[in-house]
Nanobody
Framework: QVQLVESGGGLVQAGGSLRLSCAAS????????MGWFRQAPGKEREFVAH????????YYADSVKGRFTISRDNTRNTLYLQMNNLKSEDTALYYC?????????????????WGQGTQVTVSS
């Protein structure tokens, strides 16, 4: 089992920045991809970004490309999401997820473990 704990959410004005963190613990050996997803009220959970845990290659949803940066610290088993130029439409509960599948994916179904989420609210 892998445990994921997100932190760093909060209330920020439009145009501001936040940095989310996700600490992974437990049987982390074999994780291939880690990602961030988000879910706004009344909407489905959607992909934000993912990173290959070993190689570091990244991929972003078009809606956040150029504003968000995903990164990881393998020595600390921690995933990050730097969010800049935040917009009101970025308001959501942000989830960290980990996948053991041998490929990177933006599909929720590919992820085996999920955190409880951290709330990000952007005021306009």
């Amino acid at each position: 089992q892998v445990q994921l704990v997100e932190s760093g959410g909060g209330l920020v004005q439009a145009g501001g920045s936040l940095r989310l963190s996700c600490a992974a613990s437990g049987r982390t050996f074999g994780i291939y991809t880690m990602g961030w997803f988000r879910q706004a009220p009344g909407k489905e959970r959607e992909f934000v970004a993912h990173i290959n845990w070993i190689g570091g290659s990244t991929y972003y949803a078009d809606s956040v490309k150029g504003r968000f940066t995903i990164s990881r610290d393998n020595t600390r088993n921690t995933l990050y999401l730097q969010m800049n130029n935040l917009k009101s439409e970025d308001t959501a509960l942000y989830y960290c997820a980990a996948s053991r599948a041998g490929y990177t994916s933006s599909s929720r179904a590919a992820y085996d473990y999920w955190g409880q989420g951290t709330q990000v609210t952007v005021s306009s």
